[in-house]
């Protein structure tokens, strides 16, 4: 792991500027869809938001949901897939209409992601964590119990690798097998679009598309703000984004050898920002609390 001793910070090349919070009542859960922001609310309703043209409601859902996930475009269109804040797993087409649901458990620490062909979903059940894996049709073809904060890292085919922070660097190994007795960090792991983020107290340390299998400790880099709650990463790997227990959001440029202790933050909210999210295209970033924002970079 690079060790980053230099307080000084490099600011972004652009700031942070608010382009829209749209009119929603409660949400609690988002996901992009290419340049549209998909966002449930905690009732259940579904909006599409699109950052130059305001919203619009496509259907009503489960209500309190605490994932939603978005599909790639293929021959059958886009699915979204929401999960409860009870473990209740059910998949969408945008129309509404539902195509398959299954009782997962699942109850915290959950990671929700589209494959190759299918679903992913990490989460705690009460007596254990569990991976789930999916296919179109919503049929287990995968299911492990796993330690603790592992999550799971979608492969272009099969089944998906699992990944755990350990003081020895990030340990990623094939399914099917299973890690030594090591406990993990108190790093939170995150996965967006093949780079892994791991989220602590004290800041955010980040690995740019780690190795096939093995241990990828020797490229991770942290960026140190206090009080950080969530994280993301842009698709190209260049941009990271960081939110606060106080409602504070930032952008930076991660580069090993330059710690960031203060990156410049906008006062975005009023409550602790639960997520953040790259738009897939366009340098748009979304921000999840007490409403949405989205802000362009």
């Given at each position: ?104 458990g699942l109850i ?93 107290s004290g800041g ?94």
């Amino acid at each position: 792991m690079v060790e980053l001793a230099d307080a000084h910070f490099l600011h972004p090349p652009r700031p942070l500027e608010a382009l829209v919070s749209p009119a929603l009542a409660e949400p609690s859960a988002m996901a992009w869809s290419g340049e549209e922001l998909l966002v449930a609310e905690r009732e259940g309703a579904v909006h599409l938001v699109e950052p130059s043209f305001g919203s619009r409601r496509l259907f009503r859902a489960a209500s309190d949901p605490a994932r939603l996930a978005i599909s790639p475009m293929s021959s059958a269109g886009r699915r979204v897939a929401i999960l409860s804040r009870s473990g209740q797993l059910r998949v969408h087409e945008l129309d509404g209409r539902l195509v398959w649901e299954h009782a997962t458990g699942l109850i915290a620490g959950v990671q929700l992601a589209f494959g190759a062909g299918g679903l992913v979903l990490v989460g705690d059940a009460e007596d254990a964590r569990r991976v789930f894996v999916y296919n179109v049709d919503g049929r287990v073809v995968g299911r492990a119990r796993v330690p603790a904060r592992t999550v799971a890292l979608p492969q272009p085919s099969g089944l998906p690798r699992l990944l755990r922070s350990l003081l020895t660097g990030l340990s990623v190994l094939p399914w099917g097998e299973r890690f030594g007795s090591e406990p993990s960090t108190g790093h939170h792991l995150y996965v967006s679009s093949g780079h892994v983020f791991g989220v602590a107290s004290g800041g955010v340390t980040l690995w740019r598309k780690p190795e096939a299998s093995g241990s990828a400790g020797g490229d991770a880099v942290t960026v140190k703000l206090y009080d950080v709650t969530n994280a993301a990463i842009s698709s190209d790997g260049e941009t990271l984004a960081l939110a606060t227990r106080s409602g504070g959001v930032s952008v930076t440029v991660p580069r090993p050898g330059v710690a960031r202790t203060s990156p410049g933050k906008v006062g975005a909210h009023d409550a602790p920002v639960t997520g953040l999210a790259f738009a897939e295209r366009g340098r748009w970033l979304a921000s999840l609390a007490e409403r949405v924002w989205i802000w362009s970079y």
